[in-house]
């Protein structure tokens, strides 16, 4: 236990940034509906919350670490590594068609009007009774997409644009969206406790260990940020080249061995 907790920063988010990347893609794959109905996009949506409220909760104990050991990572670049690895995971994974279903899918759950009492906007039900049992799962659990929308927008967009733009506030992915909670707040509370705690240590020990860890190079989330979306279209198009012709180059291979056996 305690080497976990004195383990570098910068290893820890980049091992946290990496699992989630791959359950999150995992997950979208998976579980993606073959009819799209409200309802079922809704389901899906609420089958990707828990990957990311756990990862946000994570990130938010880093904003709120009394010790400061993530003081020099960018949160809005750290935003970025995320989408990225998401969208790299999926584009090794499915194929262009299945690539724009979840696109599509993401954009769906980031626009529906969500609130306290949100219970899906249609049914591809032919009777009452087959719709309650199709609701059954997600009814009453439709708000908590609220969480999701930010990061479902942030990576929709990315998916089909494959830069960043320039305005968009890419921190503010982490706060939460629901039950009036500003994750501000909660931050500096965990921080306030967290700092009593450790304030009844030895602070010699407290100080060394702090100034230790917090001599994380975090260059691997940061250094992209200096590429701003007007100037990075050919750095982008570099970038993501690669993983776009490998997708091409599948779907390709694809067609033609259907052509073949046909």
């Not at 954009?107 to 719709?131: H, P, W």
Request: hydrophobic share 30%.
């Amino acid at each position: 236990d305690q080497g976990f907790r004195n383990r570098r920063p910068s290893f820890e988010t980049k091992e946290l940034v990496e699992k989630f990347g791959f359950m999150f893609s995992q997950s979208l794959v998976e579980n993606l509906p073959d009819i799209d109905s409200d309802s079922n996009i809704q389901d899906w949506g609420l089958s990707l919350l828990t990957h990311w409220e756990t990862l946000r909760r994570q990130v938010n104990m880093m904003r709120s670490d009394p010790q400061e050991r993530w003081k020099g990572l960018d949160f809005t670049a750290l935003t970025q590594r995320v989408i990225e690895c998401v969208e790299r995971e999926l584009d090794d994974a499915v194929h262009e068609e299945e690539y724009s279903k979840i696109q599509s899918y993401l954009n769906r759950i980031a626009s529906f009007r969500l609130d306290s009492t949100s219970q899906g906007k249609e049914s591809t039900a032919s009777s009452i009774s087959e719709f309650r049992v199709q609701r059954q799962s997600s009814l009453g659990d439709v708000s908590k997409l609220k969480e999701l929308q930010p990061l479902a927008r942030t990576l929709a967009s990315f998916m089909e644009q494959r830069v960043f733009q320039d305005n968009e506030k890419l921190d503010l992915i982490w706060n939460y969206h629901t039950n009036n909670i500003s994750a501000e707040k909660v931050n500096k509370g965990r921080k306030f406790l967290h700092s009593k705690v450790f304030s009844d240590s030895d602070s010699s020990t407290k100080s060394e260990q702090s100034s230790s860890l917090s001599q994380s190079d975090f260059s691997w989330v940061n250094q992209s940020m200096a590429r701003s979306s007007k100037s990075s279209t050919d750095n982008s198009s570099s970038l993501w080249l690669t993983s776009g012709l490998r997708r091409q180059r599948a779907d390709s291979m694809s067609s033609l061995t259907s052509h073949g056996s046909s």
